[in-house]
Each structure stands twice: as C-alpha cells, then as structure tokens.
C-alpha cells in the first residue's frame, strides 16, 4: 500500500494555499506528511490518520500544509550541507534559532511545531501508549 499524505493538493488549494507550484504540491505534501509522522513518533502510522479526533486531523493537516511551504520556499538552506558560512562580512548558520526548530533532521518553524504539539502527538513520554 503506497503513503498517502495527510493533505492533497486539493485539500492544499482549499485550505488557501498558494506557495506550492501546482506540479510540486504533491511532493511537498507528502514529504512534509512524512516529516510529521517523524515528529510524532509514527503514531498516525500506528493508529491510522482516521483514529485521530477531529481536532488532531485539523491541526495535523494545517501544520502539513505549513510545513510543505516552509520546506518549498527554504529549500536550498534546508539542503545544505554546511552549518555555517561567511562571505564578504556576512555570515549565516544554519540549525536551530529562535524562530526555527530542528529534531531528527527535521527543520520547523518554532509557532507550527507548537500547533503540532497540541494534538498530543509530540510527547516522546507517550510512546507505546
């Protein structure tokens, strides 16, 4: 059975977006579904995305969608392989900061990963639960 991501483009358009080249979104998507099931130990997986209450689903498909453009728009800096540079007096680090999180090789925005944590999903406590 192949993944399905938790948004499809469809669902992408109708929740606003408009980041995502139309012939991308479905990559995006999927790897930033893939990216949530990380940060959330695979209990989607585990459980199906079904079994979540509908709060969870919302929450999981907003921060999805926020993710898939976070990753689209900072491509090349998450891909990079060097932690730091400077060039000509200016200089940029890559990890985490104060609005950026990072887990698992995983970057977020700081405010998405924490929409995330309120469905519960995050705590690494409730693992096997």
């Known amino acids: 059975m ?3 991501p938790y948004v499809t483009p469809e669902e992408y358009a ?16 999927r790897q930033a579904s ?8 695979n209990r989607m997986v585990g459980q199906g995305f079904s079994g979540l209450t509908e709060f969870q689903r919302e ?7 926020r993710q898939a453009e976070f990753e689209y728009e900072n ?10 540079y400077s060039i000509n ?10 609005n950026v999180f990072t887990d698992k090789g995983i970057a977020m925005r700081r405010d998405v990963y924490a929409m995330l944590c309120q469905t519960g999903l995050c705590c690494r406590l409730a693992v096997g639960r």
Do not use: N
């Open 89 to 98: 007096g200016v200089s940029a680090q890559f990890g985490s900061s104060w």
């Open 14 to 29: 109708d929740f606003g977006g408009t980041v995502l080249p139309e012939a991308e979104a479905a990559r995006f998507l």
């Open 59 to 65: 929450m999981v498909k907003e921060v999805v969608c």
């Open 2 to 4: 192949a993944y399905e």
């Open 75 to 84: 491509a090349d800096e998450i891909d990079t392989i060097l932690q730091s």
């Open 34 to 41: 893939r990216h949530v099931d990380s940060l959330t130990y």
